[in-house]
């Protein structure tokens, strides 16, 4: 069983995560107006691709925080 | 602070104090705004990717751009193809012969401009250069050449047919 304080480390750590995930979206973010600009469509693609994915991921972490 | 859609467990209703967790509740929000974003920029970025490939499907439909008179020979004349907010440019280099690219640099999509002097095309962000008649790269770090537009001279007018990625 965990503790409450292990609770609120393992909370704390998802958190950390989901920021990093939201930080690489907005990197993604830059680089699809990039490819946007210069027309690439193929790079705007695959942004779009991992962008959903990470969002994916994000959502799936949601699932793990305490009610 | 509690979330009011979810209701309160049946031991906080026997035992209504506030414990040290309860911040946690609040990391769990905060968490939430972040998926929320994070789902947003999603979004946004199949929305670009769409826009992208909408505008490259677009290669514009045949109209006259300008009289063959209005252009000296060595001049430039700037317009918008194949959408309005295309910048497009053409050059008249010979009595008979225009050519026309899309203004936008291959590289980061500054606007390019022709130097007569060196008889080429130039983007002053980051020395790109191209060929006049080609649009192909000539130096610095544009990846691609210069998106090429059709152009016919009927009668008076020049005429843009079509535009090429």
Redesign the interface.
């Known amino acids: 069983m965990r503790t ?1 304080q292990q ?2 480390r393992a ?2 750590a ?2 950390v995560y ?2 990093i ?2 930080a690489f ?2 990197f ?2 830059t680089v ?10 193929s790079l ?2 695959a ?2 691709a991992v ?2 994915a ?2 994916a991921a ?2 799936a ?2 699932r793990y ?3 | 602070m509690n979330d009011p859609e ?1 209701p309160a467990p049946a031991w906080k209703l026997d035992f209504p104090y506030e ?3 309860e ?2 509740v609040t ?2 929000e ?3 705004y ?2 929320g ?3 947003v ?2 979004a ?3 929305g ?2 769409a ?3 909408l ?2 499907i677009n290669t514009g439909e045949p109209r006259a751009i300008v009289a063959l008179n209005d252009v000296a020979v060595g001049d430039t004349h700037l317009f918008r193809y194949p959408a309005e907010h295309d910048p497009a440019i053409l050059v008249r280099l010979a009595d008979q012969e225009v050519v026309a690219f899309s203004q ?1 640099c ?4 500054c606007v390019v401009f022709y130097e007569a002097d060196e008889s080429r095309w130039h983007c002053p962000c980051h020395e790109g250069n191209f060929d006049t008649r080609t649009g192909a790269v000539l130096s610095g770090p544009p990846p691609r050449p210069l ?1 090429r537009i059709d152009i016919e001279i009927r009668g008076d007018m020049i005429w843009a047919l079509g535009a090429h ?1």
């Not at chain 1, 699809?32 to 469509?41: R, S």
């Not at chain 2, 291959?106 to 999509?109: E, F, P, Y």
């Open positions: 409450s609770s609120r909370t704390s998802l958190v989901v920021i995930l939201v979206q907005v993604l973010l699809a107006v990039e490819a946007f600009q210069t027309d690439k469509e705007a693609w942004t779009a962008s959903v990470l969002a994000s959502v972490l949601l925080f305490r009610p | 979810i414990a040290a967790a911040e946690e990391r769990r905060f968490a939430r972040l998926v974003g994070a789902v920029m999603a946004g970025n199949v670009l990717a826009w992208t490939q505008r490259s936008k291959t590289h980061l999509g998106g990625a």
